[in-house]
């Protein structure tokens, strides 16, 4: 006989049970529901709903039902509907006809709304503190090589010289942004729905403030029929959780190309790559392909509730049980991709060497001629065509602006001086560029602690 069985008689069939099932899945919420039902018992004794004695037999066989699946005593019944079905049979067998009780003034509607709250308020902090690390990972490593050089790309060209810490910090900017997103979503996540019962509220005199209080909720939903079918908590965690996999598969792309033999920027140690079971000579950034490519399934989760939400009627539909497995998949993901990347990130070689030679070719200096030029008195764009006439002669003579005669420059304008040897040195050129937020290893620095302060380092 089932929970719900009011007006049938009639055995639902296996196949249907099976379909029906959601404990695979949201028995991970057993902490929550547990919790919830806790703060329900404690707040139907308050109110008189049930004697404080019945709340407190039910809250005790509550909290030996947590202890014992923490312990692994008491294993989750897997053929069982869903895990508020398991708990609260459990909960009856344990303490008898009075564990009936616990489902007054509650339906499985307010109270999956909570659990999911709940259950994501914590893995949203536990991404988080997941992000801290891997910031922490890259503002090191920034600190590290805040005067590595290395060519900056536009249109993946090699564009102007950078310094390898300023490249890194730019990732550790997007995650930071990432950090305020989730907070903003864990403030709009953190207001009880529990009391909206099935859909309508209910006719027992209730406390939802105290429910919601006992678990730690700043604010009750406003409106019952909204608290049961509201799931934009789960749709925003999953756009925040795309937008990380997007940073996070950018920095994989460029450690693909970076560990390549093309550029050699970098080596991942041995501890985050893999070789081939046919080349020998092989040493594969697996780690970082796999984050781009889960990419993919975190957005596809977004998109998979989205669908699954639009057009639903309020309130309650059997189709919101589709909201847990893509979240908790995503949630899975971003906390296993953040941390992959830094154990990467902190344990990778620099290679400043190669960085530097190839920010030594490819005439990245081009712009700071330019900008010698304008010092002399030239406009900007008169001294924009010098210097690619310059670079054209250079190409064709196989020198660089390094190493092109001075006679020659004066070809080009005569009021080219022996300084601009300085001027198109690759270390001035960088060093140069002080500007708030830019390249100059001073200025990388800034960002560097601009960054731990952020975090409360
Ligand atoms: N397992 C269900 C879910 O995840 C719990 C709510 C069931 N409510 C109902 N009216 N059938 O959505």
Redesign the pocket.
Known sequence: MKL?QGRTDGETAAEADAFNS?IPF?SRMYRADIEGSIAHARMLGERGIISRGEAEILIGGLRGILSDIDSGALMIDMTA??I?TFVEETLTERVGEVGKKLHTAR???D??ALDIRLFLREETEKIKSAIRGLISALTDQAEAHAGTIMPGYTHLQRAQPVTFGHHLMAYAMMLLRDLGRLSDCARRMNVSPIGSC?LAGTTYDTDRALEAELLGFSSVCENSLDGVSDRDFSVELLSDLSIIMMHLSRLAEETVLWTSLEFSFVELDDAYTTGSSIMPQKKNSDMAELVRGKTGRVYGSLVSLLTALKGLPLA?N?D??E??ECVFDAVDTVKSSLSIFTGMIKTMRVKPENMRAAASGGFINATDLADYLVGRGLPFRDAYKVSGRVVARCIADGETLETLPLDVYREYCPLVGEDVYGAVDLDACVGRRRSYGGTAPESVLHQVAYVREALGE
């Open positions: 719900w959601s949201d509907e869903d508020h339906s499985r509607n109270q999956v099935a309650y059997k919101m049980q909201d847990k």
